[in-house]
Structures are given as structure tokens and as C-alpha cells.
């Protein structure tokens, strides 16, 4: 999804999210159809680097002033090592699903826990055996 | 009349001082039309280049189109050509001497030739050049973590985007590997980034002069950048890059060093023996900055070898 904005956003044909012109851009494109407080979920998958002005701009900005709780997907190391700081720093969270599928924060350490609660509660992520938490079916 | 400004014969961090101290004298003479001589010229790093171009560019801003006389060893000259240096002098210089017309980075080493930095898309072209290029010899050359290839790219990234975002003007970036034999008898990729911009002191003066009080200088404005990571902007995400620059290079045992005005910051790894902070220097307009990532070795005993 995030590599469908991006691909939109800037006038050549790149897979790398970089920079804070390009990172504003792909936000202002996500956030046109985002109602704010809302539950949003971002893939990463085909995107290729991505810096740490871009993972402010896009990310930590969404998560501060647009949307309730973020929950990333199809992210690479690089990406999270991109992110992390970035959110950690501004004392931020968002929830990514690794690649089995378990949720899990990312960023500030505190956050996190809350925005885990709050797709439970909505019944968008429940408890599987094992304590970990999954997206459910629905 | 014309005002000499002598090229060192081994261009590179080391030397650039004696290169700016020679700038600043000559530019200092008025409008009289300065000479870069660089006929002597035997070897220049990516940083000794870009940084001869940020010098021509401010020289061009400063009256008439300077004069540059090209190194007269034909192979030092054919690498300048190679390394794109040319490609980018003859619009800022009337350049004399004979230049071959090499095809720009052929070679391996040269990852990145001379690349002019202007605006955001610029660094896109830069990013997307680099993966394409130094991935395979980050990890196979210097023993680089594959997934560590990445990061150079955003090191990359933010180091160029302090040029569109702070500098006011253009710049260059370059990328080589080489064997470091002075210091490392290693492998090291470095990256120079050079503009002849408004320097980092202008750029955080307004937010962070008085912050500092009579400390306020090139040097203060260099650890509020590099240190305290503090931005110009006052948005609350700002001052990512250099954060992530040294991060990156923390985990890497890399260099990293920065030059402005009269005042040049490196953090310095146990390798080197630079020191952390120089004031009082020559000045030179805009800013330098230099990255040095060292092949990777595990110290074992009776050698070394990549880990």
C-alpha cells in the first residue's frame, strides 16, 4: 500500500522512501482518505530503503497527530531499524505483525501494551495460547 | 591579476586545511580571478574533489569563473575524469590542462562518481544508484552484514539531505572504496559530501545562538548538530539524520566528520586518531562532511580476518 503511495507520490519510479519531501508527500496522500483517531494499517512490502527523515515524516507524524493506532506490516530489518528510533525518541508506539503473523510494538516501550488492549477490545486482535496476540479472522 | 590557490599533491581530510587556508587568503583579495592550481596534484580523495568543487562554486558566486589547471599526470587526471570530476569542474571552471574524456566510474571503486546534490529527487538517484552498486562489495569486499547495506543507503541518504534541507544551495556527493593503507592496511568505503552553502552556524543561529551565548560558533553549531542532534526546524521529529548517521557508524566502527567555517567535529573511533574537536581553522564556505566505514575484522591471534 505504502509502495502504491509513494509510487504515486514522487514524479520518478522509485521503490525507496527517502527524504523529508517524499516522506510528507506519501503522508499527505495517506492521510487524504484517513479519518482521524482511526485504526490504520500500512504495508511496507516492496518498498526498499527507507531513512530515518522519511520514517518521521510518514510514520512518527501519523502516529502523533492523525491515527489511534498504527499497525505496520511487510517490514524488513532495515525498516524497522529505520523506525524504531525514530518512534522511540518521540516516546511513540506502533504495533507491527512480524511474518508469522504475531503482533508485536515498536518504538517507545510504554505505548505499546495500550495499543495492543485496544484491537483486542475492538475484537480486531485476540489472545492466541502461548500469550502472544494475532490479527483475528474477521 | 590572478590569485594562486595550490592544490596539495595528496588531497584528502589530512590535507584540506592547508587547501582552505590557501582559499581563504586568495579569496580574501578582492575581485582578482583565482587559479586552483592542481597541476601537481598526485592523488585526491572523494573528499579532496568534492570539496575542490564546493571551492570553485564559491569562488563563481564571489566574481568571475575561476581557472583550474588540471593535474598533469595522465593517470591522476584520468581518474579525476573517471570520477566524474570533471563532468562537474567545467561549469564551474575554466579548466586548463588536457583532460581525457573518460567514461565516468568504470571502475569498482569508484560507487559513486562525483553526483550533484540539488534537491530531494537528487537523493533518490543517489540512493537508488548506490543499492545498485555497492551492495555487493559492502558485503563481500568488507565483510558488511548484507542487511547492513541498507543502512549505508540511509547514510547516504541523510547525509545528502543536509545539503537540500540546510545548505541553501547545491552540493556533491561521492563514493569510493579503496585500500587505507596510512591508517588501516584495510579495505574502507568513504563518503564525502561537500556544498559551499551557508554552513551549519548560519543554519542554527537562529534557534540555537542563544542557547549557547558567547560559546555560539562554528564549533558550538557543530556539536548542537552532530552531539545534541538539534535541528534549525523546531518540529519535533527534526534531527533524525545525523542522529542515524551515528548510529549506523557506532555499529560499524565508522568515522565520521564534519566541517564548517572556521570548526570541524569527528567522532572518532578507536582506529583513528583524529581528534573530536578543531576550532580556529582556516575558513571555508558551506560544509564537509566525511564517512569512513572500515572493512570488518574479528582480531584473532597471529592475524585478522573478515567476520
Known amino acids: 500500500m505504502?509502495?502504491?503511495?509513494?509510487q504515486q507520490a514522487v514524479a520518478g519510479f522509485y521503490t525507496d522512501l527517502v527524504t523529508r519531501p517524499t516522506g510528507r508527500a506519501v503522508r499527505e496522500n495517506i492521510e487524504r482518505d484517513l479519518p482521524a483517531g482511526t485504526i490504520a494499517v500500512m504495508d511496507f512490502t516492496g518498498v526498499g530503503c527507507l531513512d530515518y527523515s522519511c520514517a518521521d515524516e510518514i510514520v512518527a507524524k501519523l502516529v502523533r497527530d492523525k491515527v489511534k493506532v498504527l499497525l505496520l506490516r511487510g517490514l524488513t530489518d532495515a525498516h524497522r531499524e529505520a523506525i524504531e528510533p525514530v518512534l522511540a525518541g518521540a516516546g511513540l508506539a506502533v504495533l507491527c505483525e512480524r511474518a508469522d503473523g504475531v503482533l508485536e510494538g515498536l518504538g517507545a516501550s510504554e505505548p505499546a501494551p495500550a495499543l495492543l488492549d485496544e484491537l483486542i477490545e475492538r475484537?480486531?486482535?485476540?489472545?492466541?495460547?502461548g500469550g502472544s496476540i494475532r490479527l483475528t479472522a474477521a | 591579476m590572478t590569485r594562486l590557490i595550490e592544490v596539495p599533491?595528496?588531497?584528502?581530510?589530512?590535507?584540506?586545511?592547508?587547501?582552505?587556508?590557501?582559499?581563504?587568503?586568495?579569496?580574501?583579495?578582492?575581485?582578482?580571478?583565482?587559479?586552483?592550481?592542481?597541476?601537481a596534484a598526485e592523488w585526491a580523495s572523494p573528499y579532496g574533489l568534492v570539496g575542490l568543487l564546493a571551492a570553485g562554486e564559491a569562488a563563481t558566486?564571489?566574481?568571475?569563473?575561476?581557472?583550474?589547471?588540471?593535474?598533469?599526470n595522465p593517470d591522476v587526471v584520468s581518474y579525476w575524469a573517471r570520477a566524474g570530476f570533471f563532468r562537474e569542474a567545467a561549469d564551474l571552471f575554466e579548466v586548463h590542462g588536457k583532460v581525457p574524456k573518460a567514461k565516468v566510474?568504470?571502475?569498482?571503486?569508484?560507487?559513486?562518481?562525483?553526483?550533484?546534490?540539488?534537491?530531494?529527487?537528487?537523493?533518490?538517484?543517489?540512493?537508488?544508484?548506490i543499492q545498485q552498486r555497492a551492495s555487493a562489495i559492502?558485503?563481500?569486499?568488507?565483510?558488511l552484514d548484507p542487511k547492513a547495506t541498507m543502512g549505508f543507503a540511509m547514510a547516504l541518504s541523510e547525509s545528502c539531505q543536509n545539503i537540500v534541507e540546510h545548505a541553501g544551495t547545491g552540493g556533491w556527493v561521492a563514493?569510493?572504496?579503496?585500500?587505507?593503507?596510512?591508517?588501516?592496511?584495510?579495505?574502507v568505503v568513504v563518503i564525502a559530501v561537500a556544498d559551499a552553502g551557508v554552513g551549519f552556524r548560519h543554519s542554527l543561529e537562529p534557534t540555537q545562538a542563544k542557547r549557547f551565548g558567547e560559546r555560539w560558533g562554528d564549533a558550538a553549531a557543530l556539536e548542537a548538530a552532530l552531539i545534541q542532534g538539534v535541528s534549525r526546524f523546531r518540529d519535533p521529529g527534526?534531527?533524525?539524520?545525523?542522529?542515524?548517521?551515528?548510529?549506523?557508524?557506532?555499529?560499524?566502527?565508522?568515522k565520521v566528520a564534519i566541517r564548517s567555517g572556521t570548526a570541524r567535529i569527528a567522532i572518532v573511533p578507536r582506529w583513528d586518531d583524529d581528534v573530536p574537536l578543531k576550532e580556529g581553522l582556516p575558513a571555508f564556505p558551506g560544509s564537509q562532511v566525511l564517512l569512513i566505514i572500515p572493512e570488518q575484522v574479528s582480531e584473532k591471534a597471529g592475524g585478522s580476518s573478515k567476520q
Open chain 1, 2 to 6: 505504502v509502495h502504491a503511495v509513494l
Open chain 1, 123 to 129: 475484537r480486531l486482535a485476540a489472545r492466541i495460547p
Open chain 2, 9 to 39: 599533491t595528496q588531497f584528502d581530510d589530512r590535507s584540506f586545511d592547508q587547501f582552505a587556508a590557501a582559499y581563504a587568503q586568495a579569496a580574501d583579495g578582492g575581485d582578482e580571478r583565482l587559479l586552483f592550481d592542481a597541476h
Open chain 2, 61 to 72: 558566486r564571489k566574481g568571475e569563473r575561476p581557472l583550474l589547471t588540471a593535474p598533469a
Open chain 2, 105 to 129: 566510474a568504470t571502475e569498482s571503486e569508484v560507487l559513486l562518481p562525483v553526483t550533484p546534490v540539488r534537491a530531494a529527487e537528487d537523493v533518490h538517484a543517489v540512493v537508488s544508484t
Open chain 2, 138 to 143: 559492502l558485503s563481500s569486499e568488507l565483510g
Open chain 2, 175 to 187: 563514493v569510493q572504496a579503496y585500500n587505507w593503507r596510512r591508517k588501516l592496511a584495510r579495505r
Open chain 2, 238 to 254: 527534526r534531527g533524525q539524520g545525523l542522529a542515524g548517521i551515528r548510529r549506523y557508524l557506532a555499529r560499524w566502527e565508522g
